[in-house]
């Protein structure tokens, strides 16, 4: 599977809830750097995200590579459904460090938790 495919994937399954399918992306030691959960393993944050979550919708904004590196970003527009009903939007840019075999490594999580923070309770 190429880079693109990965970052691809990534976000389809994360969309439909798939969480499993978005762990399976991730090498087996894979981890999450979120701003509202923290330093996660893969499988930790994807089982913490679907228990606060009722649904998502995503708006992808582009692909973004690094020269020399096994690195690529992602800019999309999260549409958030917690658990308790309530919406929360914002723009996410998710940073994909990838193994060689095009596993991801490590997922750094940027956007502004405000929002998300003050709905979710945390």
């Known amino acids: 599977m190429t880079k693109e495919e990965v970052a ?21 030691d894979g ?21 606060d979550t009722n649904s998502s919708k995503l708006r992808y904004d582009g692909l973004f590579f690094e020269k020399n590196t096994n690195r ?7 549409v958030w459904e917690l658990k308790n009903s309530k919406t929360v939007e914002f723009k996410v840019v998710d940073i994909l460090e990838l193994t060689p ?3 991801i490594k490590k ?9 998300a923070r003050n709905l979710l309770g945390k």
């Open 8 to 28: 691809k994937k990534y976000l389809f399954f994360l969309e439909k809830g798939e969480m499993k399918n978005v762990v399976d992306l991730f090498t087996q």
């Open 31 to 51: 981890v999450v750097e979120s701003p509202l959960y923290g330093v996660l393993s893969a499988e930790e944050f994807y089982k913490a995200l679907a228990e």
């Open 72 to 78: 690529i970003s992602l800019l999309f527009d999260y």
């Open 101 to 103: 075999e095009n596993k």
């Open 107 to 115: 997922l750094i999580i940027i956007y502004d938790t405000i929002n």
